[in-house]
Each structure stands twice: as C-alpha cells, then as structure tokens.
C-alpha cells in the first residue's frame, strides 16, 4: 500500500531521477555534488529540477539527506531500493 502511495505522487521526472540515481559512478542511488549535473544532462532539466526532484523523493521518504543544507545530497534509501525493486518486476 505504501508503495502505491508513493507512486500516486511521483512526478514523471522524480520517477526517471530515483532509477537513473542507482546508475551513477559516485555509487549506486548516491547523488552528490557533480552527480546532479550528471542527472540534469540526458534528462534534459536544470539542476534547479533536479534538486526539487530529490527534494520530493526525500519527502516520500524513497531517498534520504546525506547532509544538512537547503539543498542536500541524498541516497536511495531502503524503502527507495525495494520501491525500485518492486516497480521494475
């Protein structure tokens, strides 16, 4: 039920953010620093998107901050990882 949840308030770019975050060289669902330009540059967005984006995937709890700023560097979290998990089935 919780993922469903999640789903009805995923943006279409927030979706293509959190799968394309478990591709990127920093690690696997880790997006810090330069890894936003990495995300922003085929999906075609801003950085400005995607940092809205992560903060809406931290708000649905699939990602968390990994620092305390305005504007954090998050991770994938567990519930992100079996989101991902179950979606891609």
Known sequence: MQF???AKQ???LDAAVLQR???????PGRVAGAAKNALAEPLKVSRD???VSLGNLV???LAYPLTESPVPDVMTSPF???FLRTVSD
């Open 49 to 51: 998107e995607i940092e």
């Open 4 to 6: 469903i949840e999640a």
């Open 59 to 61: 708000r649905l709890n």
């Open 10 to 12: 995923l943006d279409p």
């Open 80 to 82: 992100g990882r079996e």
């Open 21 to 27: 975050a478990q591709q990127l060289p920093s690690g």
